[in-house]
């Protein structure tokens, strides 16, 4: 257990909808991370995350959004949902700070179903 | 731009033998470098990472990585490989300085890893 929570688990919604994927990181840490797990275009990091402000962007799409909290959970919004977003959306948190060594901790993933 | 390669799909290990599994990468300055392993229904877990000083690392479950400059390399081995070791193992890298590009990790395709009893 890497002390990074995720809810759901699973997630079935239909195109065109909207839907918000919570994480919890690990007690003290600040940094926040998601990423996107597809069978075809592999892991590919969204989004970072730091203390409440935005870190970094990676292969985000402008369907998608995030946002941290005041209590550093973190939630990733995605609308208008198309058929190639199923995917697994893992979220990470790393140890104080935004040192580029540090590794990251992943939660154990939503699974998101578009039908 | 920064990427992964891990150029094997899958290896397959008899039990007892000694398993690698391979991964290169292309940054434009200096790396870290991490390896994780993904259990069936399960997030990633950290095996170990490169960040500086000795070229071989040390991790968790018997694992180690070779971290090769002039090859851009970083080979993940285990001597005696288990069959509890079956999973699918990711290779990634995250530039030493962001330089104002991307700054989550870059995370190569993944390898099966199947150890035969």
């Known amino acids: 257990d890497s002390g990074v929570t995720q809810t759901p688990k699973h997630l079935i919604t239909a195109t065109g909808q909207r839907v918000t994927l919570r994480c919890s990181p690990r007690s003290g840490d600040l940094s926040v991370y998601w990423y996107q797990q597809s069978l075809d275009q592999g892991l590919q990091f969204l989004i970072q995350?730091?203390?409440?402000?935005?870190?970094a962007k990676g292969n985000i799409l402008e369907r998608f959004s995030a946002q941290q909290f005041p209590d550093l959970h973190s939630e990733l919004n995605l609308s208008s949902l198309e058929l190639g977003d199923s995917a697994l959306y893992f979220c990470?948190?790393?140890?104080?700070?935004?040192?580029?060594?540090?590794?990251?901790?992943f939660g154990p993933g939503t699974r998101l179903t578009v039908l | 731009a920064q990427s992964v390669a891990q150029p094997e799909d899958q290896v397959n290990v008899a039990e007892g033998n000694p398993l690698t599994v391979k991964c290169t990468y292309s940054v434009s300055g200096n790396p870290y470098l991490f390896w994780y392993v993904q259990y069936p229904n399960r997030g990633l877990q950290f095996l170990l990472k490169?960040?500086?000083?000795?070229?071989l690392v040390k991790g968790s479950y018997g694992f180690e990585a070779e971290f090769n400059k002039s090859q851009t390399s970083f080979h993940l081995k285990k001597p005696s490989a288990l069959v509890s070791d079956s999973a699918l193992y990711f290779c990634a890298v995250r530039e030493r300085y962001s330089g104002g590009g991307a700054d989550g990790l870059t995370f190569g395709k993944g390898t099966h890893l199947i150890i035969q009893p």
């Open positions: 490169y960040i500086t000083g000795d070229n």
């Open positions: 990470a948190s790393s140890v104080r700070g935004t040192g580029r060594y540090n590794e990251q901790f």
């Open positions: 995350y730091y203390n409440g402000e935005e870190r």
